[in-house]
């Protein structure tokens, strides 16, 4: 089964040029996706103005990648100091209801692009106090490069949570296949470009949840950039596969 998520259909917020588009909105009651995905619950895309910031607000213990797609900001989160994070960063934090994390974007000109994704943690994830690595574009360049496991092999970040997030650069007409596993599930989310996967035409901000699938498979329609998380089991609130006539609107 496959759920998608348009960009559309994402909550918006604007404020003084910072914009924030949310896949899962956990303050709408009636989305059917409030709670997230899985183990997925945050899957946020920020737009930091220059010489601006942003707190990350959760109801909920979290573990946070935090993905810096273009810029420079000073990240400080709950366990950790103050630090310098520069394009193609990947950072992990471990946010609770209590504490926040804060991202400012320390240029005068530049906006900062970021995503972050949010996971149910354990406790021995919260008593840690994270990392960062550098994901190159060639790193990623037409492979899904893993960057986050519950272990930290393939020199990924370790989340000591049950989730793989990795993330490509594809060509035009690249084809890409995920195998899954018995009994998990995925996201897949178009940071930017278009993809094809079961005849679903999906574009920038468009996402997909898939469940009882055997694999996740796409082909890139443009030059395009995706995060695949690999996640456990989920049994989805929206039982229908949503048709490409409707996907496209």
């Known amino acids: 089964m496959i759920v998608v998520r348009k960009s559309m259909e994402r909550r918006h917020i604007e404020n003084k040029g910072h914009k924030t588009w949310m896949t899962f909105d956990w303050q709408n009651n009636s989305d059917p996706l409030q709670n997230g995905f899985g183990l997925l619950k945050i899957l946020n895309e920020e737009i930091i103005p220059p010489g601006t910031g942003f707190v990350l607000l ?6 946070v990648i935090t993905y810096l797609r273009e810029g420079v900001i000073i990240y400080r989160g709950p366990l ?3 630090d310098l994070m520069w394009t193609k960063e990947f950072l992990q934090s471990n946010v609770t209801g209590e504490n926040r994390q804060y991202a400012f974007n320390i ?3 530049e906006d900062a692009h970021i995503f972050q994704s949010g996971f149910s943690p354990n406790h021995e994830v919260l008593k840690s106090d994270g990392a960062k690595k550098l994901f190159t574009h060639a790193d990623r360049q037409g492979v899904l490069k893993l960057v986050a496991s519950p272990d930290g092999k393939e020199d990924s970040l370790r989340i000591q949570q049950d989730v793989q997030m990795y993330s490509s650069f594809i060509h035009k007409g690249n084809h890409m296949v995920h195998s899954l596993g018995t009994g998990r599930s995925a996201w897949l989310h178009v940071v930017n470009g278009g993809i094809l996967m079961n005849d679903l035409d999906l574009q920038t901000g468009d ?3 898939l469940s009882d699938e055997i694999a996740v498979s796409f082909t890139a329609q ?3 950039e995706v995060l695949l998380f690999d996640l456990p089991a989920f049994v989805s609130p929206i039982t229908r596969i949503e048709p490409l006539k409707e996907a496209a609107l």
């Open 58 to 63: 959760t109801n909920n213990d979290m573990v």
């Open 80 to 82: 950790q100091a103050a």
């Open 107 to 109: 240029s005068q000109t």
């Open 207 to 209: 996402g997909a949840g």
């Open 222 to 224: 443009m030059p395009t």
